[in-house]
């Protein structure tokens, strides 16, 4: 039972994931892509996690928590880049 509720869950995050590729290319604006972009970073994080689960082993977690810290800096470069044209002051 719970090897289904995982698949349908992987799916739907895979899902989720393209349409946020979709939003990221075709975005109006560059805030609409940042959002995007850190969208995709947080399904990232969720897929890595329920295959993590589907696969029965703790590695997964490791690379979520990694890739949690990345896509959060990233994210935050991106903005202030946006909002002041230097991330550096």
């Not at 940042?34 to 969720?46: F, K, P, R």
């Not at 696969?55 to 690379?63: G, I, L, P, S």
Request: hydrophobic share 65%; proline share 2%; aromatic share 10%.
């Amino acid at each position: 039972m719970i090897d289904i509720a995982l698949k349908i869950a992987l799916a739907c995050v895979a899902l989720a994931m393209l349409l946020n590729l979709w939003s990221l290319l075709k975005g109006p604006t560059a805030p609409d892509r940042i959002l995007a972009l850190d969208t995709m970073v947080i399904n990232a994080i969720a897929f890595i996690m329920l295959f993590g689960i589907f696969a029965d082993t703790v590695v997964f977690f490791e690379a979520a928590l990694l890739m949690a810290m990345v896509g959060f800096v990233s994210t935050v470069a991106y903005t202030k880049f946006l909002l002041r044209g230097d991330i550096v002051e």
